[in-house]
């Protein structure tokens, strides 16, 4: 949800387009959850991840 909510996307549709393959940045499907890895996040949203 906290990728959704940067991304302006909300529960409902989020969830749909994860489960569909179409949500715009990589999602892991772990156990019962959905996961969005950070870097894939960042990379999306044009944001340079802050290193050591």
Do not use: D, K, Q, S
């Amino acid at each position: 949800m906290t990728a959704a909510r940067a991304l302006g996307i909300g529960r409902t549709t989020a969830y749909a387009l994860a489960r569909e393959g179409g949500f715009p940045c990589p999602v892991l499907r772990v156990g019962g959850e959905y996961r969005v890895p950070t870097a894939g996040l960042l990379r999306l949203l044009e944001i340079e991840p802050l290193i050591g």
